[in-house]
């Protein structure tokens, strides 16, 4: 963590983790090869939070190394359900459920998951299971 990420008191904002929380998304679908950019000027698509429900079990502090995963609990129609947490050393800091909607980059109108996306999330989960 960086002193920008705090109070004076060396505490994480709580509004950070929401930061936090968007990169290991990004992170994660550039990682299984879709960047949120070609996905907008390609397919005329962007990926928006639709709600998302968080536990604060314990803060972060000023110099903590964090590690922030993101990982598919559920695939739908035209949204992914992901279950994401921030951890230092092990200890889970944040526990988040957070529901994450395919929408047409002109209108905002929801729209399918893409197969092609579809089909590389479902495999991905099939490795992590087994």
Known sequence: MYYEDTDSGGV???????????????????????EQTRLRDELGLIIVIHS???QFKKP?????MLAVNCVLSELKHSSLILQQTIQR???VLIDAHVKAAFVNASS???????ADISHK?????QQEIL
């Open 12 to 34: 994480v904002y709580h509004s950070n983790y929401l930061n936090f929380m968007e990169r290991a998304r990004t992170e994660w679908l550039r990682a299984l090869g879709f």
């Open 52 to 54: 998302l429900s968080i």
């Open 60 to 64: 972060a502090y000023f110099n903590d």
């Open 89 to 91: 050393d092990g200890v």
């Open 108 to 114: 905002f109108k929801p729209i399918g998951v893409p």
């Open 121 to 125: 999330i479902k495999l991905e989960t």
